[in-house]
């Protein structure tokens, strides 16, 4: 079977070729490159020619959904895989995927993205699971922005793990490019938001904008409102982990951190999920209340990791040995550091705790 891959672009210069040579140079059965241009000015368009790739244009709808339905409906194949310019695909096995394809008809299936975020002069990798496969005559997407695939006929949706994994270069930006793509998500959250002034999930993610652009104090009253509503969420939903993380994580950066001792509470319902375990251990740990602090960073160590790579791992380990440098135990602190592996901070911290010693 064949797939058809469709992608939307404007201004992808620096990550459109990448996005085309993983596909090119892979052997995912996909014989159908479908590239919409929405308007590019940069050199978008010969970065595809390059590549022999056929460029079609749609004058841009101010809706991602209408580019993206646009694309798909100029497929060559039923069976589409939806990409961004800035991703690219890193691993799967053709078979499984056919085979994931093949049997399970009338779903939607969600593939693995990974996102290299900096945060404080470190990379960090995010991943999250994201509806990307589907066949084109029963689905579609609505929403001008957060586009969602949702079934035509009106039924209910069901998902699958679809066997593919891809990169996603797209918080790798400058300040200014963060900025001007967040006031354009923020714009069109907001002009969603007018339909259904209460849908949890256009409130996270105006929220989630300002944050990814590091204005906390913007993003707090969007997270307190979704809050409101945390007696209804769902732990096993992401979106509603990360409201619960996101509000804590402005709490903190807001200079709230007794405030965000209030979210223990939520510690029977959400502390099986790493990512709220770290957090608590931070939020612990900046009020200074280290045994606690501890207690939840030894548990993350426990847990599966979710979405962020190193909350079971390297990170708990460097505050558990920050924590021990507190307290005073060095030969403790230093033993988890080595922990920690090749975490930079706790691997800087560790040479210099040794050549005091020397």
């Known amino acids: 079977m064949d797939f058809s891959i469709c992608i939307i672009m404007k201004n992808e210069e620096k990550n459109i070729g990448r996005c085309l040579d993983s596909i090119i140079k892979s052997d995912f059965p996909a014989d159908d490159v479908v590239l919409v241009d929405t308007g590019s000015t940069d050199g978008s368009i010969a970065e595809a020619e390059k590549r022999g790739i056929k460029t079609f244009y749609l004058e841009w709808p101010d809706d991602f959904s209408k580019a993206k339905n646009y694309a ?19 691993k799967y096995d053709v078979a499984e995927c056919e085979k994931a394809y093949r049997s399970h008809h009338g779903m939607i299936g969600q593939i693995i993205r990974h996102n290299p975020i900096e945060a404080d002069g470190i990379i960090n990798i995010q991943t999250d699971r994201t509806e990307r496969v589907f066949d084109r005559r029963s689905f579609h997407f609505i929403h001008p922005i957060h586009e969602q695939l949702v079934p035509i006929s009106g039924s209910r949706i069901v998902y699958y793990n679809f066997p593919l994994e891809i990169g996603h270069s797209g918080y790798l930006i400058s300040k200014e490019e963060a900025k001007a793509k967040a006031d354009r998500n923020i714009r069109l959250l907001k002009k969603q938001l007018e339909d259904d002034p209460q849908d949890l999930y256009v409130i996270f993610q105006i929220g989630q ?28 939903v992401e979106y509603m982990q990360m409201i619960v993380t996101g509000y804590g994580q402005c709490l903190g950066a807001c200079g709230r951190d007794k405030d965000a001792l209030a979210l223990l509470a939520l510690d029977d319902r959400f502390g099986n999920i790493p990512e709220y375990t770290y957090m608590m251990g931070s939020i612990l740990m900046s009020n200074e209340k280290w045994g606690e602090a ?42 988890f550091y080595r922990r920690a592996g090749n975490y930079p901070r706790s691997a800087e911290r560790l040479k210099e705790l040794e050549d005091a010693n020397t």
């Open 294 to 335: 501890c207690q939840m960073f030894v548990r993350c160590l426990s847990l599966k990791e979710n979405r962020l790579k190193g909350a079971t791992t390297y990170f708990p380990f460097h505050n558990l040995g920050v924590i021990s440098e507190i307290l005073g135990d060095i030969e403790i602190a230093k033993d």
């Open 209 to 236: 904008a300002y944050l990814l652009m590091h204005d906390e104090a913007s993003a707090l009253p969007w997270f307190e409102k979704a809050m409101e509503r945390v007696d209804t969420f769902d732990p096993s």
């Open 72 to 90: 798909v409906s100029l497929a060559k194949h039923d069976a589409v895989l939806i990409l961004d310019a800035d991703e690219y695909i890193e």
